[in-house]
Each structure stands twice: as C-alpha cells, then as structure tokens.
C-alpha cells in the first residue's frame, strides 16, 4: 500500500455561515420600525419618566406667609406647622386624624396673592402623598369658595397652585367702574387660604406636605429715591437736578413679620 503524507492532506473546515429564520428577521425588522416611530413621536419611555417642568420664577416677588396665622386640623408630635414652614424639606407637617386634612392660613389684612406653591415628595412619603387637594379661599370662614382643585400620582417638588381667572387685580383703578375688566384678573384678593386634602396615594389616612409658600408683589424693586446732582442747562449755568437711586431698607416703610 502506498504511504499519504499527513501534511499533505486537506482538513475539511467547519462552516462559518451563520443562520436565521425569517421570523427573526422580520422581528428585528419591526423592532427597529418601533424604535424608530417611538423616536419621531417623541414617545420614550425614558423621556415621559424623566419629564422635568421649570420651575415658576419668584425672584420678583416676596413671601408673605410670615403676615398670617397658620393652623391645622390635626398634627403628630414634632410634625405641625413650625415643620410646614421650615425651608428644609426633609421635615413636613403630618396629619393625624380623619380626612379631610385642613390646613388654614389667616392673614391680618386683605392681601393680593399672585403665587402659591406647594412642596410634595412622593418617594419618600408614599402613602402619605396626597392625590387630591383643593384650595378654597375668602374674607373669613363663613365664606370661603374653592378656586382650584389639583390631583396628583407621583408628584416629586415644588407644584404651582394655578389662580388663572380667581377673578382679582393688583389696581382696580385701571379700568372705569363697571368694566368686566375689573373682575378677569389673576391675582387673588382674600383674608383666608384655606387647603383641603380629600384623597392620599393607595388609601393612605395621613398625610405630608412638605412646604407651602405664598407670594405677594414686592413693591420694593424699581422703587427709587431722590438725589440731588447738579446738570449743565442748555444756557451754560449748572443747575438742580434729580436722579434715581435705590432706597435703603431702613427708609422703607415697616413691615408686620
């Protein structure tokens, strides 16, 4: 018999050809379709959670919470009003009784209310989120009526309170008597707030608010005193004149805190 040389002998080589089925394909096909209407649509998943709405802007305005005396209908230990109001958000006012929560903001004087906020924080309080709140507003407690009422599901932050139509305004001289003018503004005009939790997250009984704030217009910005500056009149002679300066604090009139 005849010798064969190993190393000239051919190994056959596996094959490298990779299959699918058309099912795959047209699965994979779809999936890119999806994908790609998801993205035109502006329908991400990823974008609707992380949703962020701005903020609305008070730098123009002042905090008027300090001028009312605030009460609730129920509280825990430790957990009232002086935690409401405290600028941190890890303390919170915590009901302690049965629905409807109250909480009531009474001021000493009318006030023009441009912006309420409220402060809720859905990851941390859960079940003592609320769902459902209405603000009711007036001269007193005989009288209040509900201008806004707002439902939530996860709210995490600062949510503004809209007073779109409440139906009040800064000046009332703007426009003659009897204008329907006079009573389309936004700007809400009473003695007392009230807020009224009906509804928590999955049935809770308590609830946590976080922080509330009511904003007035300050008066104070743009307001200029007089200072006295000699000017070069168009005969040549320096004469009296008076420019703007910003008035000191101390000048202002005071302020009920």
């Known amino acids: 018999m005849p010798r064969i040389d190993p190393s000239r002998m051919e190994v056959p080589q596996a094959p490298t050809e990779t299959y699918s089925t058309d099912a795959d394909i047209s699965g994979a096909d779809g ?3 999806e994908e790609m209407e998801d993205v035109e649509g502006g329908d991400l998943v990823e974008n609707a959670e992380t949703e962020i709405i701005e ?3 008070v730098s123009h ?3 008027i919470g300090n001028l009312a005396s605030w009460t609730v209908s129920t509280s825990k230990p ?3 009003v002086e935690a409401l109001r405290s600028e941190d958000s890890n303390l919170f006012w915590q009901s302690d009784g049965p629905q409807p929560h109250l909480l009531n903001i009474h001021f000493f004087k009318l006030v023009s209310i ?3 906020r409220i402060f809720l924080d859905f990851e941390n309080d859960e079940s003592y989120t609320p769902t459902k709140m209405s603000f009711l507003a007036g001269t007193g407690h005989h009288d209040l009526q509900e201008f806004v009422e707002l439902t939530f599901e996860q709210p995490k932050g600062w949510i503004d309170v809209s007073l779109d139509g409440v139906g009040g305004r800064e000046r009332y001289d ?3 008597a009897g204008d329907d003018r006079q009573t389309s503004g936004n700007v809400l005009r009473a003695f007392v707030v009230q807020v009224r939790i009906a509804e928590n997250h999955q049935n809770g009984k308590d609830t946590h608010v ?7 217009k300050d008066d104070t910005l743009g307001r200029r005193a007089p200072a006295e500056e000699f000017v070069e009149a168009r005969d040549g002679r320096k004469r009296n004149a008076f420019i703007g300066l910003e008035e000191p604090s101390w000048m202002r009139d005071p302020e009920l805190r």
Do not use: M, S, T, W
């Open 31 to 33: 999936a890119e379709e």
């Open 55 to 57: 903020p609305f802007d």
């Open 61 to 63: 305005l002042k905090e």
């Open 78 to 80: 430790g957990c009232g």
């Open 114 to 116: 441009v912006h309420i």
């Open 174 to 176: 703007e426009y003659p």
């Open 210 to 216: 976080r922080g509330l704030q009511i904003f007035a």
